[in-house]
């Protein structure tokens, strides 16, 4: 078995499109087959190579790397379109050389005087075949002494065109209605048809699996297969990616492209899984599965014909999951990018803030449901001023009640004279020690200490919090981490405040 995913480089990479991506990696995988990556650049208007990167960069992201293709090369490429012009042409004389094509001379404007006139005649606008029986020997004299003309595939007429598709079964199309499409336009540039049907003829592709938008267009492949006389792939068409309100989903709906997913803080393998369940299931009563399994479970003919909604909230269930789940130091990796933008660490990032990193994320992650909201947990670890802290109503509030100055006394009064609590056994020998001391228990002990600690009312648990305080103000800057204050600092800050 051979698939290929051939996304053009005109964008990021939507979610529709990474999810036809990875139905093609889940069967190759499932079948031990190639999964190949080729990239359709024609369109020389839009195609860039930094969208052709962005790509690249975010199939691997996902964890859907490729066996054949752009970067890895293989015995079929070249695997960008704009590198195998010269396949094409050679491609597109062998058809008019056989007459399965034949040049076409007329102008833009003639084509879309005959379009209108079908159109208002309630008819479905095709090709009336104009051009179909010029000599070939009139017609290449024509194009030798400039004329400009487009390539055109001679479809045979009175025909039914009919595949069996692998998710919607038989599909039958009849050649009344399909015309003769343009294969290369006059500026000797492929049409899609053409181009995809040459690649995934010579690429040996045996599986076509993609949109059902590309439904009406696999009638004029088929006869390009019939013409070149080569056997056809499997197709199977996927139903479209919907938005909550069952539209395809696009930018209106919000997010659409793994890029902007990425942004906002979403698991590769959380997002990955997520879109395997868009028209699909791996059965058994499970759906949080790891790609390896999902591929092990796939098979095409389970897929629905229906589309499928994407569902951000179904998406952040999933996330929460992997984050709970995620190997601390993967996690870290992934947490970083969000940590620079708030500059919280600055490269280069020792090991020791490493270290510190794996310690503090993975308990932070668990109670939130995306990575870009762990720098939010994490904000009392490296903002603090007692000042400001003082100055906000619910803060002065918590200060004003019975008992709770002599906490932050105490507390200033124990941290001053202890080793700072670089973990929570550490904390919660102190937090004895000052009940001990004021007799406070409960919220009227723990409410006082969190706001001279944090400066805030509430936030993570405090066997959580205040170790990584304390760890932290013992790391350099130098180490890659914001520099932080420590526990002992900042009730002494609060304690001196209150005195004045």
Not at 211 to 231: M, V
Not at 396 to 403: A, F, I, T, V
Not at 443 to 454: D, M, N, S, Y
Request: net charge negative; charged share 25%; with cysteine.
């Amino acid at each position: 078995m051979r698939v290929r995913f051939a996304p053009s480089p005109t964008g990021q990479l939507h979610v529709g499109n990474a999810r036809t991506a990875l139905f093609n990696w889940l069967l190759a995988r499932h079948a031990g087959g190639t999964f190949i990556l080729r990239i359709e650049d024609t369109d020389a208007a839009r195609s860039t190579r930094a969208s052709e990167a962005a790509i690249v960069d975010d199939l691997r992201w996902l964890g859907l790397e490729w066996d054949e293709g752009v970067e890895k090369g293989g015995a079929h490429g070249p695997y960008r379109q704009s590198e195998r012009l010269a396949i094409y042409r050679q491609h597109a004389e062998a058809l008019l050389a056989s007459r399965h094509a034949y040049y076409c001379f007329c102008s833009a404007e003639k084509l879309e005087r005959e379009r209108k006139a079908m159109l208002d005649a309630g008819l479905p606008p095709r090709y009336p075949g104009t051009c179909r029986d010029i000599e070939p020997a009139n017609a290449a004299a024509r194009v030798s002494s400039g004329e400009a003309a487009v390539v055109r595939l001679r479809v045979p007429l009175e025909r039914d065109v009919v595949f069996d598709d692998m998710v919607r079964g038989l599909v039958s199309f009849h050649t009344d209605v399909i015309g003769d499409p343009v294969l290369v336009r006059s500026d000797g540039m492929p049409a899609y048809n053409f181009a995809v049907v040459v690649d995934d003829g010579l690429m040996e592709v045996t599986h076509v699996v993609r949109g059902e938008d590309h439904i009406s267009n696999t009638p004029r492949q088929l006869l390009l297969y019939e013409a070149f006389g080569w056997p056809p792939p499997r197709f199977a068409h996927l139903a479209l990616v919907m938005g909550p309100d069952h539209a395809p989903l696009s930018k209106r709906h919000g997010a659409t492209s793994v890029r902007e997913f990425r942004e906002k803080g979403y698991l590769p393998a959380a997002l990955a899984n997520y879109l395997a369940l868009i028209g699909w299931s791996p059965g058994e009563g499970e759906e949080l599965l790891p790609l390896d399994e999902l591929a092990r479970r796939f098979d095409l003919a389970t897929v629905a014909h229906s589309a499928g909604v994407f569902d951000e909230d179904k998406l952040a269930w999933a996330n929460r999951h992997y984050l709970k789940a995620s190997d601390a130091s993967a996690l870290v990796a992934l947490t970083l990018p969000f940590l620079r933008e708030r500059s919280m660490v600055v490269d280069p990032v020792s090991d020791l803030a490493r270290d510190w990193l794996r310690q503090v994320i993975p308990p932070m992650a668990g109670s939130v449901d995306r990575l870009s909201e762990i720098p939010e947990r994490l904000h009392t670890v490296f903002t603090f001023d007692a000042a400001s802290a003082l100055a906000r109503e619910p803060i002065r509030h918590e200060l004003d009640q019975p008992g709770a100055r002599r906490v932050v006394t105490a507390l200033g009064a124990d941290l001053a004279a202890s080793p700072r609590l670089t973990d929570r056994e550490r904390f919660r020998a102190a937090a004895a020690r000052v009940k001990e001391k004021t007799g406070a228990k409960g919220g009227a002990l723990f409410h006082p200490i969190r706001v001279v600690l944090t400066g805030e009312t509430q936030g993570p648990e405090l066997d959580l919090l205040v170790p990584a305080i304390d760890s932290a103000a013992e790391l350099s800057p130098a180490s890659g981490l914001q520099a932080v204050t420590g526990c002992r600092e900042r009730a002494a800050a609060f304690a001196n405040l209150l005195r004045t």
